[in-house]
Nanobody, 128 residues
Framework: QVQLVESGGGLVQAGGSLRLSCAAS????????MGWFRQAPGKERDFVTS????????YYADSVKGRFTISRDNAKNTVYLQMNSLKPEDTAVYYC?????????????????????WGQGTQVTVSS
């Protein structure tokens, strides 16, 4: 079973950019669909984006389309979240998640229940 560690969070001004990384250990990520979720203080954990096992398909929440990009480098066993044009409402703890079951339909990847492996999260704070 893979273990996930997020990094790259921090404080950034509105309009700026951050790149989050999700590094895996234990085994490779090549067979896993991956997703990013976020949770702001006092709010529910929301879907941000996901990427299929072969990187050929992606989903994005409407709130981040055109600003965020998910990518994966299976050779480095890492998934990335490039965040541009950041807004204060993007402030949240960002979580990386993996779906280790290849039988899970990719169309289910926007639901947290599709994922069985979770990182510990990294804080992203966007100031005005």
């Amino acid at each position: 079973q893979v273990q996930l560690v997020e990094s790259g969070g921090g404080l950034v001004q509105a309009g700026g950019s951050l790149r989050l990384s999700c590094a895996a250990s234990g085994r490779t990520l090549s067979s896993y669909a991956m997703g990013w979720f976020r949770q702001a203080p006092g709010k529910e954990r929301d879907f941000v984006t996901s990427i299929s096992r072969n990187a050929g398909r992606t989903y994005y929440a409407d709130s981040v389309k055109g600003r965020f990009t998910i990518s994966r480098d299976n050779a480095k066993n890492t998934v990335y979240l490039q965040m541009n044009s950041l807004k204060p409402e993007d402030t949240a703890v960002y979580y990386c998640a993996a779906d280790s079951d290849p039988r899970t339909p990719y169309s289910s990847s926007t639901h947290y229940t599709a994922y069985d492996i979770w990182g510990q999260g990294t804080q992203v704070t966007v100031s005005s």
